[in-house]
């Protein structure tokens, strides 16, 4: 199968492809420009530049969450939009499968993918790899950086941190002395690589089927309610 994949779950944005499971071209920006703005383009461009159109390929993958709003959101459009114009189905997967296939390598360790969801928060999954395919230790969760801790003292596991949210992960490991690991530079955030190999296997759905996964109410949607509960309670 070829695979478009895009992936803008976090300040980075990056587009692949892939066919038969061998990357064949990836372009990866953390220009800080937003994802409204590159995204699309980066397609166009990886995709020209290899003499082929998205009817060329046999389906979309995309990032559906979680992540940040604003960049899922993004993604979730720009695959729809592919899709329509190709004639192409997509296929959603999750952010933090997509993430782990950074540690497919590691052996014997828990391969933790982990995002910065603020509000003293963690969007994380555990997985370890069995012949060479990720098998789920958790759901994807939005957790306290704290409890992750609190199931490694247990688990008594070396923990293999990948994401945007690896580094704060790897340093709170390291105070409380858990034995804990980080990938090389290059693969230590999101990619959409990542997204092709998570998508390998799966059935691919028409566009208009396509949701993102945000996991918990955004900040606007927390508000909102909040406003409600006041105003309920001044009766």
């Not at 692949?16 to 703005?37: D, K, M, N, V």
């Not at 604003?70 to 190709?86: E, F, P, S």
């Not at 391969?111 to 789920?136: E, K, S």
Request: aromatic fraction near 8%.
């Amino acid at each position: 199968m070829r695979i478009l994949a895009i992936e803008s779950s976090a300040k980075a944005a990056s587009v692949a492809l892939t066919e038969g499971g061998a990357l064949i071209s990836q372009y990866y920006q953390a220009s800080g420009l937003t994802h409204s703005r590159t995204l699309l383009k980066m397609a166009e461009d990886l995709l020209s530049n290899l003499e082929l159109t998205v009817k060329d390929v046999d389906a979309v993958a995309v990032a559906k969450g979680p992540g940040s709003f604003t960049g899922i959101r993004i993604g979730v459009a720009a695959a729809k939009g592919l899709c329509w114009g190709g004639d192409r189905p997509v296929i959603g997967v999750s952010t933090l499968e997509a993430m782990a296939w950074h540690g497919a390598d590691r052996e014997d360790v828990v391969v933790a993918p982990a995002m910065d969801a603020r509000r003293g928060q963690i969007y994380n999954a555990l997985f370890r790899f069995d012949a060479g395919r990720p098998v789920r230790l958790c759901e994807d969760r939005a957790v306290a950086l704290e409890e992750i801790v609190a199931e490694a003292k247990k688990a008594k596991k070396t923990y293999f941190f990948v994401g945007d949210g690896a580094k704060l992960c790897y340093n709170r490991f390291l105070e409380a002395g858990l034995p804990t690991l980080l990938p090389p530079e290059p693969l230590l955030f999101q990619s959409a690589w990542g997204v092709a190999k998570a998508a390998e296997g799966m059935t691919p759905e028409p566009g208009f089927d396509l949701a993102p996964n945000y996991l918990r109410l955004s900040q606007a949607e927390r508000e909102r309610l909040e406003r409600e509960r006041s105003e309920k309670e001044r009766g």
